[in-house]
């Protein structure tokens, strides 16, 4: 008796609603092994990673604060895989997006005026899109694989914000700690209530709202999905593939650069040489769970973000590693991708027959 996996006639509706369910709970049922192999109730501990920071007004706040960056960027993470185009650097775009925002706060810190934070916001945007640039026009103009060139370039924008806030950056009041100065009132997001729930959020909404109608209702958005799943056809419609890529990734980098803005001028308020827990790595499953649609990503985006949370919150009370944290996300991204097989094929369970037995066991003397 054995399982073989059996082509559907066409793909399961169901299934690409449930799978992303079927995943999840899968993660959770891996979660209570891991803890009680670890020696730790599990109900206790998934107590305490998914039910306990929803309880509290203060870690509401804290769960959007966290969700707000994975949003953001795993709308134009959206973009860029409907069309098949695989940009794996949104970390770097996020690192790069933050740095040349924070030019203004920075480098002319006695300016004051409302005009401040509107421009670090558009040079985020443009400093995060032109470094997913760089992949787009390797890749159409040399055929360089984007996976490998946008993955090594976030190696490159850490190393760049490392030297940064060690180097010419550094608050000269800071003590000498590698730090930039801090920012100004006037280059600080305003927050949205009593915590640090700042206007990043509204910005993430934002987002959504703008790529659900772009996907859903324009011919672009048709662009997008036709160049995605019939590269063939898209061609024969006179749509252009070396455009689509450079599109996709100026989207993907522009909202990734409005994320790292957000992220040090809201929650974090200076250039620190860390600045993301890994937000653009998780992005990616937050918009495969989301099943590639906006609306999903925030969603998606809220319930990783509460895997953040509720891990900061195991390792305080039951003294776990926060490389616990990158595990669940790791194996929730697995049993995502693994669940949406069941899309296209069906698990069916093959009985062997006595005479396959007999023959098998005939073959196996001979």
Partial sequence: MRLELEKR??????????SPLIAIVLTLLFGAILFSLLGINPGKALYLYFIDPLTELW????????????????????????SNTWNIGAEGQFTVGAITGSILPVMFYDLEGPYILPLMILMGALGGMAYAAIPALLK??????????????????????????RGPWRDPDGYNFPESRLFSDSAVLPALADGRMHWGAVFAVVAVVVLGVLL????????????????????????SQKRMVLFAFCISGALAGIAGISEVAGSIGQLRPVISPGYGFTAIIVAFLGRLN?????????????SYLGGEAAQVSLGISDKTTRVFQGVLLFFVLACDTLILYRIKLVRNSVAQVVSGGTNGQS
Avoid at 216 to 236: C, D, M, N, Q, Y
């Fill in 140 to 165: 159409n103009r040399f055929g360089a694989n984007e996976i490998l060139t946008s993955l090594m370039l976030v190696y490159v924008a850490g190393l760049a914000l490392d030297w940064l806030v």
């Fill in 9 to 18: 006639a066409q793909h399961s509706s169901l299934m690409t609603v449930i």
């Fill in 294 to 306: 906006p609306i999903g990503t925030l969603l998606a985006g809220l319930l990783l973000a509460l």
């Fill in 59 to 82: 870690s509401l706040e804290e769960l959007v604060v966290k969700a707000t960056p994975l949003i953001l960027i795993a709308c134009g993470l959206c973009i860029c895989y409907l």
């Fill in 216 to 239: 859903a209702g324009t011919l672009k958005g048709f662009e997008i999905k036709v160049i995605g799943s019939a590269p063939r056809a898209g061609r024969f419609a006179g749509f």
